[in-house]
């Protein structure tokens, strides 16, 4: 299984930016895809998450109203796309995938990529 992903970088704050995740060797249709997070000298923490069929999204409170996460099935994709950014958006974002079990805790996920980081200035 491998979980890619791209789109990160460094924008001003209030800007936007889309990260992808590409999956392979999972069925990736029936799988709940999450995106986390992790600053420095933070602990990982949830930011979005996605059921199988695209419906009721769930997002932490910090996201909540500025991140809208979205899947293509047909591409093993999912897609985070990041609005009105701040300073304390700026870490490793992480994708992840669980086979039939969906929720908020880590621990749920049984792969994870490898990363990609979003730098926000102000």
């Known amino acids: 299984v491998q979980l890619v992903e791209s789109g990160g970088g460094l924008v001003q704050a209030g800007g936007s930016l889309r990260l992808s995740c590409a999956a392979s060797g999972l069925t990736f249709s029936v799988s709940t895809m999450g995106w986390f997070r992790q600053a420095p000298g933070k602990e990982r923490e949830f930011v979005a998450a996605?059921?199988?069929?695209?419906?009721?999204?769930d997002y932490s409170d910090s996201v909540k109203g500025r991140f809208t996460i979205s899947r293509d099935n047909a591409k093993n994709t999912v897609y985070l796309q990041m609005n009105s950014l701040k300073p304390e958006d700026t870490a490793v974002y992480y994708c992840?995938?669980?086979?039939?079990?969906?929720?908020?805790?880590?621990?749920?996920?049984?792969?994870w990529g490898q990363g990609t980081q979003v730098t926000v200035s102000s």
């Open positions: 996605i059921i199988w069929s695209g419906s009721s999204p």
């Open positions: 992840a995938a669980a086979l039939r079990r969906y929720g908020r805790t880590g621990n749920l996920y049984h792969y």
